[in-house]
């Protein structure tokens, strides 16, 4: 004799509760709003210019006028915060990264231009060294090896002098062991107890960064790969000790790059520390969603917003995304 669905299931239909918009947005777990994105920007020099990016459709170079009308449709779309990648010339850039110092570099002068002009909106630089150096690595080269300590105390002095310009958040994204501490230390020693610390907490050595080298510069000039300082993408432990390392000498939030690919990573994180707990969804990411809806292989929108709330549901209490205007359209719209 066969059971019928009912005695099966003890009369409990899951279907019940999605059967209407209404009732499936009423028993909705989690929510992706304007207020989840920080849009990445890049920067060039220059004036009224604008660069495309080959491997990012859609995507674009700023200089620093461009950048302040991003800054100001962030502002008008609901998002709180932009991060900022400059695109720095090649003679500017040397062994060790010095033009990171220099107190009108690229970064610093957006950020400048951008908080006179939208005072309002968050800003968050990193202090890594990677557009300043001419071997494309995040620290100090030296004899084929990147030096960690002497790395770090550049990182801490260019932090502060994203301070200074009106930097709210420093999100070093080198991976040299003792950098947030070091950076704190700076930040308070110069009066900035107030500036934060995002720190790429989990920074896996991926090949998911390709586009965004691209988009930086460093792509033709890297020399080797950056497999000692960054984590192995096979480790989930490793990444809970560097988390609980750059708590511990004072971050404020932390992040796990890539995204998609380490969902696993943000729950963890979040699981384990209760802390701010954001993903960057790195070049890569964008660059294979837009290239399948570009040949009409999948619904580019809804695998975007699909994308977005994966990291939502995975406890993520924010996100980095080149989508960020995009779904802050959508989601105003709905709104």
């Known amino acids: 004799m066969h059971r019928s669905v009912d005695e099966i299931t003890g009369s409990k239909r899951l279907r ?3 059967r209407d918009d209404w009732s499936r947005r009423l028993v909705r777990e989690n ?18 210019a604008v660069e495309p990016i080959d491997a990012m459709p859609g995507v674009e170079r700023l200089t620093v006028d461009r950048a302040i009308a991003a800054a ?36 610093n002068h957006a950020t400048r231009a951008i908080k006179a002009a939208v005072p309002d909106i968050g800003i968050i630089t ?23 300590d002497e790395s770090v105390e550049k990182i801490a002095k260019a932090a502060v002098g994203q301070a200074m310009a009106g930097a709210d958040i420093i999100a070093p994204s080198d991976m040299m062991d003792g950098r947030v501490g070091a950076i704190r230390d700076a930040l308070d020693d110069a009066g900035f107890q107030d500036v934060a610390i995002m720190s ?13 080298r691209e988009a930086i510069g460093t792509a033709g000039v890297l020399k080797g790969d950056k497999k000692t300082y960054y984590i192995d993408p096979a480790n989930t432990d490793e990444a809970m000790r ?15 790059k890539p995204g998609l690919p380490y969902l696993d990573i943000c729950r963890r994180v979040k699981d384990t520390f209760q802390v701010p707990t954001f993903a960057y969804q790195v070049s890569g990411e964008y ?49």
């Open 16 to 18: 019940r509760m999605r």
């Open 31 to 48: 929510d992706l709003t304007v207020s989840d994105l920080i849009w990445p920007i890049f920067l060039i020099e220059g004036q009224d």
């Open 72 to 107: 100001q449709r962030a502002r008008e779309l609901g998002i709180p915060a932009i991060a900022t990648f400059p695109n720095i010339p090649i003679e500017k850039r040397d062994r060790t990264g010095s033009h990171s110092l220099d107190a009108d570099n690229l970064i």
């Open 126 to 148: 990193d202090a890594a060294l990677d557009p300043f150096t001419d071997h494309g690595h995040d620290g100090v080269l030296e004899g084929g090896i990147i030096v960690n």
């Open 200 to 212: 790429y907490a989990t920074k896996f050595a991926s090949a998911y960064y390709g586009p965004y």
């Open 242 to 256: 560097e988390t609980e390392a750059d708590l511990l000498e004072g971050a404020d939030m932390v992040m796990v």
């Open 287 to 335: 660059a294979m969603i837009e290239a399948a809806a570009a040949n009409g292989w999948l619904d580019g929108e809804r695998v975007m917003m699909e994308s977005l709330l994966a990291f939502k549901r995975a406890g993520c209490d924010g996100i980095l995304t080149y989508f960020a205007p995009r779904a802050a359209e959508i989601l105003q719209e709905k709104g």
